[in-house]
């Protein structure tokens, strides 16, 4: 019999900003797994939202991470050391982009747009992945995950600059399974359908995209952040253990209707 127990075992989530964020499904799912999670959070003032909601998940570690900051996703990795010992799942879920740079034309992203956009979005993997990296090395191997949207493979409107940062942490996904792959540490992404979030919810013409799913997609419906949880612990827990450097869609098969 297979099963998923990750009693023992630690994860890392980054991204929980409140209780519609798919990093929060995803440390709701891991928590009943069994294992042990710390989380990061931007600022103070997101700090107390997520002890409120996680006060139920004894045990969790809270730790500040400004992604941009190089000081503090140092630290991070230290504390989990030194509080767990071991770290065997880290979840990333973060991304952000200036409003202006989403809606309005493609032609008009700025510079610092850009580079904002994917320093968040995308680098911030890189360096994760390095500090995780004699962590997992310690527990035997791991495995990490991104959250990505079809954005990064075909044209989606509006989505703009956010659609350039998916596609390269799709592909810092792809080389990070390759670099890590030797270490047992696994590296994969999941690209989720839309969901209401409350950083979606601000995005216009979000809606159309909801309706579209639900007449298009073979489902004919949205999924939610439980189902995006749901193929998240199977990738973060030993049912995955044969695969890396995968993109997996969780979207209601939008992505292979050719119409
Ligand atoms: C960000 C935002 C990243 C919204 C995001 C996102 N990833 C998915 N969404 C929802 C979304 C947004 C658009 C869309 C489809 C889904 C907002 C803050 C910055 C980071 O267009 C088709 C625009």
Redesign the pocket.
């Known amino acids: 019999m297979y099963s998923i127990d990750l009693t023992g075992k630690t994860a890392l989530i980054t991204g929980v900003s409140n209780k519609r964020s798919i990093a929060w499904a995803i440390a709701q799912i891991l928590h009943q797994a069994g294992a042990r999670l710390a989380f990061t959070y931007r600022r103070e003032r997101v700090k107390a939202k997520i002890e409120g909601l996680a006060s139920e998940l004894s045990g969790s570690l809270f730790l500040e991470c400004d992604v941009q900051n190089d000081e503090q996703l140092k630290a991070v990795f230290t504390e989990i050391d030194s509080k767990f010992g071991r770290l065997d799942c880290l979840v990333h879920s973060v991304?952000?982009?200036p409003p202006a740079e989403?809606?309005g034309l493609f032609v008009n992203t700025s510079r610092d747009g850009f580079k904002t956009a994917l320093d968040i979005?995308a680098y911030s993997l890189i360096p994760m992945a390095k500090h995780a990296l004699p962590l997992m090395d310690k527990a035997g191997g791991g495995s990490l995950i991104g959250i990505s949207?079809i954005?990064a493979e075909r044209a989606?409107?509006?989505?703009n600059v956010?659609g350039t940062a998916k596609a390269a942490l799709e592909q810092i996904i792809r080389q990070l399974a390759f670099e890590l792959g030797p270490m047992n540490i696994r590296v994969n992404g999941i690209s989720a359908g839309?969901i209401e979030?409350v950083?979606?919810r601000?995005?216009p013409?979000?809606t159309d995209?909801f309706s579209m799913y639900e007449q298009r997609a073979p489902l004919k419906r949205n999924v939610t952040q439980e189902e995006v949880a749901k193929s998240a612990l199977y990738l973060l827990s030993d049912l995955g253990s044969g695969v890396t450097g995968e993109i997996i869609f969780v979207d209601s098969g939008f992505h292979i209707v050719g119409y």
């Open positions: 991304a952000f982009a989403l809606g979005s949207y954005a989606v409107p509006a989505y956010m839309p979030t950083s979606a601000g995005v013409g979000f995209f």
